[in-house]
């Protein structure tokens, strides 16, 4: 997951502002009318195997420090047993450090914010220190039975979504919160601007500073698990079980990757914006699995 705010959050911003006073329809013929020939296609451009149910991928950019960092459970999504781990590779698939910070028990979603990395672990946020690659506190959070998907704003404000309670939490300022209630079985997290892109069983919703809500896109045919921006108000979404989805701004979805026969899974997904690469963890498979995704 990327965590920083995307070059288009003025668009999306806008395009929100619009549907809400319900010009949705002509906005969404326009773009129907612009992107009728582009049908988006993915190019296999590496694997990169021996990790530890890899759950989640994250592009990280700092200068000339670049990096994949990549959650792994190693064991039961659900139980402490310290054997969590996070690896880092290269962007060209190379595994360089494969227990790059141990201790760990069933880490999922991350986010970065100011050189730390936040990782939630089944009932805390765990907060890792980039540099010294230590982890730094463990940021427990109440009430927390399966925390799962991590998304960061601007402003370093941290979004994370607990699956079993269906709950979105709120990190501010030092202070946690119940953010959202009632989300059905919430799950992927995109932070777009100032507004909160959420994966809930099976559908798509962006929640606006009001907390209002409003569906971007519905019927996908697994639970959501990775949502990542790809520009132009379009979306890439991931469901576990082997799906991996275009989500185009009118809510058409094109469906990119269906392995589910394969039993190869298509978790928590990253996106580098520079290169239009997606990065997705294939958990059971002890792999990841990088694309580049073609839209014209």
Request: proline share 2%; glycine share 10%.
């Amino acid at each position: 997951m990327l965590t920083s705010v995307s070059s288009n959050k003025n668009e999306v911003s806008n395009v929100i502002s619009l549907k809400t006073l319900g010009l949705s329809f002509l906005l969404s013929s326009l773009f129907v009318t612009s992107l009728a020939h582009a049908q988006p296609t993915l190019e296999k451009l590496w694997l990169a195997e021996g990790l530890n149910i890899p759950e989640s991928v994250l592009v990280y950019r700092n200068g000339k420090t670049n990096f994949l960092f990549v959650s792994q459970i190693n064991g039961d999504a659900s139980t402490v047993d310290g054997n969590g781990s996070i690896a880092r590779l290269t962007l060209d698939g190379e595994v360089d450090e494969p227990n790059w910070v141990t201790g760990l028990n069933a880490p999922k979603g991350m986010g970065v914010f100011e050189g730390k990395l936040y990782v939630s672990d089944i009932n805390e946020i765990v907060v890792i220190d980039i540099k010294s690659a230590q982890i730094e506190k463990r940021l427990v959070v109440p009430g927390a039975v399966f925390l799962n998907d991590i998304a960061i704003d601007a402003k370093g404000t941290l979004y994370v979504s607990d699956t079993r309670t269906n709950k979105v939490h709120r990190y501010e300022k030092g202070l946690l919160d119940d953010y959202l209630v009632k989300v059905e079985s919430a799950n992927g997290l995109k932070v777009i601007g100032p507004n909160l892109v959420v994966g809930a069983g099976t559908h798509l919703y962006l929640v606006d500073k009001s907390k209002n809500r409003l569906q971007i896109a519905a019927g996908f045919a697994q639970g959501i698990d990775g949502i990542e921006s790809i520009g132009k108000g379009d979306f890439l979404v991931s469901c576990w079980a082997g799906l991996l989805y275009y989500v185009h701004l009118n809510g058409k979805m094109d469906l990119l990757i269906d392995s589910q026969k394969e039993g190869i899974n298509t978790a928590d997904i990253g996106f580098d914006s520079q290169t239009q690469t997606v990065f997705v963890p294939n958990f059971a498979k002890n792999s990841v699995t990088a694309y580049k995704v073609v839209t014209n």
